[in-house]
Structure formats: structure tokens, C-alpha cells
């Protein structure tokens, strides 16, 4: 890998990785379309720690409670009922699907997953389902007609039960196209939760699993044409732009509903299944380089 790839893949990964689209469908287009190797799921698990870091910096005061309140409770059990040592609880629970399903799937991730026929069926897909799941939002939070506005839920009302459902659509974003923030956002969504709570729990679920994601992956860092320097760099510009997009995500979901990123989903798949359906792109194309 250059430099000038790494560069651009770093750049797609934290544009990319906020937003309900698929950074790991980004990267692997990416690449494909521009003739080099697919850059495959260590470079994507290793950049991700980048803008995993970006999530950490822009939630630090609140996860910085959350992880207090969690070890204070640990040894005072009037501290059990506090809503962050709760939260703390959720977020390992929630964790625990994609970490499950990540070693189970390990094969299938590395090689059947990355199929172009596959990310496109998974973009127009959970597109459409993104799509139901902001409509029914906002019937909820305007009324429709005869109807009353109906109550949608902030994280203080998050349950195990959510919590742990909010992981399994979490683990849905294991296949490249399906996106981790679309998949969890449109479960939080269903579940009855206001954008912005369904989106910042999102982000929080993800730490865990993004970090241990790129700790596995670091062994794999200097084979093939994952070099330890591009790498590096890579992550390091995921994390610069990924910190100003989350910013401006949280500001956007605020008042704007997801329907633009559902009509660039539903184009791109598209788009993509012509190019593979006219043989113009290889349904594997880079892999030989994985």
C-alpha cells in the first residue's frame, strides 16, 4: 500500500465511519474502484481504532461518568441503580453479540462477506430499512393526522433488553455494506428511541467493539500489503476527519432526518450491482491482494 493510499482510504474511513453508509463498504469500493487491492478487514479494524478514538475524545465527559460510576458501583451497591453505572452495565451487554459473532464469523468476514454482489444487496437493504425506521420517527415525533405526538424514548429509559437487541443489530455491521451507526441507529429507531439517544448510544456500543476489533487485528498489520507505516497514517487521518464529522453528525440528526442517506445508498448499491451485473467491475476485484 502507498502513501497516497493510505491517504485516501484514512480520508473514506473518517468520512465514513459516523454516518449510517458503511466506512467498510467505502473502503472496499474504494479500492476496487480505483484498481488497487482491497485493503482488506485488518486495515479496516485498524483504522476504526482512529475514529474510535475521535468518539472517545467528543463523549469523554460522558463516558468519563459512565466508566466512574461503573467501578463505584462495583463495591457500593447503592450505586447499582445510577443511570450511568446502568449505562456501563448496557454497553458491556451489548457488546457481547459482535464479540461473539466476530470470532464465529471470522472465516466469512475475511473472504465471502467482501463480495461487491453482497455490499450492494447489503446497501440497498438496510437502506430501505433505514428508511422505515426515520419514517416511523418522525410520525411519532410530529403526529400524524388524529393522532397525538407520541413519546419517544431518551437513554434513561434504556433497557437490558434494549441493550442487548441494540448489540445484536450492532453485530449485523460485521458484513461490509450493512453499516454499524445505520444498523444500531435504525434498531434504536424501532425500538422507540429519539435519533439523538438512538445515535449516541450507538456510538458508545461501538468503542468496545471497535477497540478490541483493532487489537486483534494488529498482528495482521505487517502482512500482505498491510504495512505498520501507511497504516498508521491511515488511522491518524481517520481520526482527524472522523472527530469533525461526528461533530457535525450530532448536530445534523438534531433537526434533519436520515432519508439523504438513505437515497445515497439505495444509488450506490445500485450503481454498483449494474457495474458487476455488465461485468464492468469484478465482484472480487482486489481480493487477490488480501
Known amino acids: 500500500m502507498s502513501w497516497f493510499e493510505s491517504f485516501i482510504l484514512g480520508l473514506v474511513q473518517g468520512l465514513t465511519e459516523f454516518l449510517p453508509i458503511s466506512s467498510s463498504a467505502h473502503l472496499r469500493l474504494t479500492a476496487a474502484f480505483a484498481g488497487w487491492n482491497d485493503p482488506g478487514p485488518a486495515f479496516t479494524a485498524i483504522t476504526q481504532i482512529g475514529t474510535e478514538a475521535a468518539v472517545i475524545i467528543y463523549f469523554r465527559k460522558d463516558i468519563a461518568r459512565i466508566v ?3 467501578c463505584r458501583s462495583l463495591f457500593n451497591k447503592q450505586l447499582r441503580g445510577d443511570h450511568d453505572a446502568k449505562m456501563g452495565w448496557l454497553v458491556i451487554v451489548g457488546s457481547i453479540p459482535i464479540g461473539v459473532l466476530g470470532l464465529t464469523l471470522q472465516d466469512a468476514i475475511d473472504g465471502p462477506f467482501r463480495d461487491l454482489r453482497l455490499i450492494a444487496t447489503t446497501l440497498v437493504v438496510l437502506g430501505i430499512v433505514l428508511a422505515i425506521a426515520d419514517r416511523l420517527a418522525a410520525r411519532d415525533e410530529t403526529g400524524g393526522r388524529h393522532r397525538a405526538v407520541k413519546h419517544r424514548k431518551g437513554l434513561d429509559e434504556l433497557t437490558t433488553r434494549d441493550g442487548l437487541l441494540y448489540g445484536i443489530c450492532q453485530a449485523m455491521a460485521l458484513v461490509p455494506g450493512v453499516s454499524r451507526s445505520g444498523a444500531t441507529i435504525s434498531g434504536g429507531l424501532f425500538l422507540g428511541y429519539t435519533r439523538e439517544a438512538a445515535a449516541r448510544y450507538s456510538f458508545l456500543l461501538a468503542i468496545p467493539a471497535v477497540l478490541a476489533s483493532g487489537a486483534f487485528e494488529l498482528k495482521d498489520a505487517g502482512q500482505g500489503h498491510v504495512s505498520w507505516g501507511p497504516t498508521i497514517f491511515a488511522t491518524v487521518i481517520a481520526f482527524v ?21 438513505v437515497y445515497y445508498r439505495v444509488l450506490l448499491g445500485l450503481v454498483l450491482f449494474a457495474l458487476v451485473g455488465f461485468d464492468v467491475l469484478s465482484p472480487h476485484a482486489g481480493e487477490s491482494g488480501d
Open 68 to 70: 466512574s460510576a461503573w
Open 241 to 261: 476527519v472522523g472527530y469533525a464529522v461526528i461533530a457535525w453528525f450530532m448536530r445534523f440528526i438534531s433537526t434533519k432526518s436520515f432519508m439523504p442517506f
